[in-house]
């Protein structure tokens, strides 16, 4: 003991005998050890992938990394049943264009590394769904999106899973390429039911719930909302190079906006960019 | 064995003598020799039990995360309840927001416990409970204090250096918390407070 008055009372004995059993220790440790291992995980990965999903929440991930094997089964179940649905509420175009929404926003990539996490069977069916994946109303420039390395790039973090098939862990060597060139025998490919359902590791339930909710009529509206996040980024980076008198950068952003989105939702703001690299320019 | 002993024992155990190198330590190592006392504190510093799994996940999610930091200039024990006891404010700050349940309002209501452990207090548990009772009607401050020194019998230095106060603050908290525990235990089982 360190202090001088020292005396122990009954209670505070029965607060220090107040311990948890072996068998509860044991219990815990797998979830305990698993989420730790989980988030640990997740922090100590330099990808983009990583970021987004520790920004997800290590906890939340590891979590649901954790949960009991009929919990896990219970969210599957959950993830999978609107996907289920959608090849007989949707047209085939607007199945593809539910697929470009989901892969190219940044809840996408967040929801996939969720669902490796909690169903990793799931995996190797959107890896061929993302090779696969070229439609004739996808344009070419979305295709390039940062988060299309990204999403592969997740994989990694999850690799501790003990369920984790290999095949998901391998990199797709065909992916980058099919996304880059789109072919005519893909495309319909990419189109028909069986690959539809194929996309179901990738959006989280509420992605599904908002898009069940939506008329069919409403699936342009999806697919402006997955150029935001890519615009935005390139946007940010152009106005925080100008913050910074890097006009180089600041011209080379505005300039891959206006090639990927001319007419893309922040056109006015990159307009507005280039307005003020003129300014600059003049002033110089 | 309580905390004290089995905390000091383990840590040579599980460090390298050598003191300029980083502690070899990893989560498994660390759960198997301190899950029994972060359980005990997080639960002497007001964590529901409804919520103590989750503040036990919370508590070695952050171990995980930072062992790569720890530097093995404190012992692993003080890091940990350092970490238990931010743990456990959140989860005493989520309690105080959420709507009450009947099991809440139970858990931090000495007079309902009181009630019911009235007496002579024989058994360890009818003790447990009162103590546990005595425990929730301290303010915060005391509380931590009180857990850390008499509960898991961290020296005043290592308090000090866990809640981050003077030495001499530690000592006079410390003083005011034991009589506020004691004064609520004589009360809860109708007895006089002794004089200290």
């Known amino acids: 003991m360190n202090f001088p008055d020292d005396d122990d009372s009954v209670f505070e004995q029965a607060l220090r005998a107040d311990l948890p059993s072996l068998s509860e220790q044991n219990r815990l440790r797998p979830r305990l050890l698993a989420a730790g291992v989980a988030a640990g995980t997740a922090l100590g990965s330099t990808n983009v992938a990583a970021a987004a999903q520790a920004s997800f929440g290590a906890s939340a991930l590891s979590k649901l990394s954790a949960l009991s094997w009929p919990a896990k089964l219970g969210l599957t179940a959950a993830l999978a049943a609107p996907v289920a649905v959608l090849p007989l509420a949707y047209p085939p175009v607007a199945g593809a264009d539910l697929v470009s929404h989901v892969r190219s926003s940044a809840a996408g990539v967040r929801a996939r590394s969720a669902a490796i996490a909690l169903h990793p069977v799931q995996l190797p069916m959107s890896e061929v769904s993302q090779s696969s994946r070229t439609t004739p109303s996808l344009p070419e420039p979305e295709a390039r999106l940062p988060t299309t390395g990204t999403a592969r790039a997740s994989v990694p973090t999850s690799n501790t899973l003990p369920a984790q098939a290999p095949a998901a862990i391998a990199p797709n060597p065909g992916a980058a390429p099919a996304a880059a060139a789109p072919t005519s025998a893909a495309g319909p490919a990419a189109l028909a039911p069986d690959k539809m359902g194929s996309g179901s590791a990738e959006p989280s339930v509420a992605d599904f719930d908002a898009l069940a909710q939506s008329p069919a009529s409403e699936a342009p509206n999806a697919r402006n909302a997955s150029t935001l996040a890519a615009e935005t980024q390139l946007l940010d980076r152009a106005f925080a190079a100008l913050a910074a008198g890097d006009r180089r950068t600041a011209a080379a952003s505005v300039a891959e906006h206006a090639r990927l989105f001319p007419n893309g939702l922040l056109r006015q703001e990159r307009e507005r960019a280039r307005a003020r690299l003129a300014t600059d320019s003049k002033g110089e | ?196």
């Open chain 2, 1 to 196: 064995m309580n905390a004290g002993a089995l905390g000091r024992r383990a840590l040579p155990r599980q460090l390298p003598s050598a003191e300029p190198q980083a502690p070899v330590l990893d989560l498994a190592t660390v759960y198997e020799a301190y899950f029994r006392y972060v359980w005990r504190c997080l639960r002497s510093l007001g964590v529901r039990d409804s919520h103590l799994e989750d503040a036990l996940q919370d508590v070695f999610i952050v171990v995980q995360r930072r062992l790569p930091e720890f530097d093995g200039r404190a012992a692993v024990r003080t890091w940990l309840y350092a970490i238990a006891l931010r743990v456990a404010r959140k989860y005493r700050e989520r309690a105080r927001r959420e709507p009450t349940s009947l099991e809440a309002a139970r858990e931090g209501d000495p007079e309902l416990s009181a009630e019911q452990t009235s007496g002579d207090c024989e058994h360890e548990s009818e003790r447990l409970v009162l103590a546990r009772r005595a425990l929730s009607s301290l303010d915060d401050d005391k509380r931590e204090i009180f857990v850390l020194a008499r509960v898991e019998q961290m020296s005043a230095p290592e308090i000090a250096n866990v809640l981050r106060i003077p030495l001499n603050t530690v000592y006079s908290r410390l003083r005011a918390a034991r009589l506020a525990f004691e004064a609520e235990i004589n009360r809860l089982r109708g007895t006089p407070r002794s004089t200290p």
